[in-house]
């Protein structure tokens, strides 16, 4: 049933000469593919095969065609299955104003059968070209979605399991080594507001037991042994002598 879904919209892309409503497009994207990164990619996959066909339809000009027709000056399309007037004539079909950027171009390129022929391709594909813009937008919107939902997780697993480690230390494995805001500032001789202002600009080695809410922070005392031997001048005994000296 979706796959005849998918066909019938092909057909409405491929057989309209007018162009579609952007908003008509991306609406049959939502209801069709939904959230659903593996359809969506499924559909540009197809969107690409159908696009590279539909622009070999009438012959294709090929690298070797190219050289010919700077030697001769002017393209051979005797491999094209349209004439030049053929072109024209399609093209007239969609009544383009003059006016306009691709009416423009196709003034310039009136005489060029070569160039009239990529005229009328991308106007016989204007859009299924569309379509296929917007099938990439969705896919990349989905893939930052989707990695943005991946570090959410981790950083929740991360909160999850330094809580976990918290609890277990203060339960079983190294209940003194946890010590408060107000012990580091006693270790230290740093103020609160310096030890917060620190934490801030993650200059100290810090964790919180709910990172939702404010000042509840907790420190390990190795860890604060370790900061205070790398930056200042070795243990804490060490640290503190400097001061009674």
């Not at 065609?65 to 491999?79: C, E, F, H």
């Not at 203060?170 to 230290?188: F, G, L, N, Q």
Request: charged share 30%; glycine share 2%.
């Amino acid at each position: 049933m979706r796959t005849a879904v998918y066909e019938n919209f092909f057909t409405k892309l491929i057989a309209t000469t007018k162009c579609l409503d952007i908003n008509e497009i991306e609406k049959y994207i939502s209801k069709s593919t939904g959230n659903d990164i593996l359809l969506v990619n499924k559909q540009l996959d197809k969107a690409n095969k159908l696009l590279n066909e539909r622009y070999g339809r009438y012959g294709v000009i090929s690298e070797q065609d190219n050289v010919k027709a700077l030697q001769k000056g002017y393209y051979d399309l005797s491999m094209i299955k349209l004439s030049l007037s053929d072109i024209r004539r399609k093209i007239d079909q969609y009544n383009i104003e003059e006016s306009s950027p691709l009416g423009q171009q196709i003034s310039k390129d009136w005489d060029n059968a070569a160039y009239l022929l990529q005229d009328l391709l991308q106007l016989e594909n204007m859009n299924l070209i569309n379509y296929l813009r917007l099938l990439e937008d969705r896919s990349s919107e989905l893939c930052q979605n989707k990695e943005t939902e991946k570090r959410k997780r981790c950083s929740n697993q991360k909160q999850h399991n330094l809580k976990q480690i918290s609890n277990n230390k203060i339960a079983t494995e190294m209940p003194c080594d946890i010590i408060t805001i107000e012990e580091v500032c006693k270790i230290t001789r740093l103020s609160k507001s310096k030890i917060y202002h620190m934490v801030c600009n993650h200059e100290i080695p810090h964790y919180k037991l709910n990172p939702n809410k404010k000042g509840r922070l907790f420190f390990f005392y190795s860890e604060i042994e370790v900061w205070l031997k790398r930056n200042r001048i070795g243990t804490i005994e060490e640290y503190l002598n400097q001061f009674e000296n």
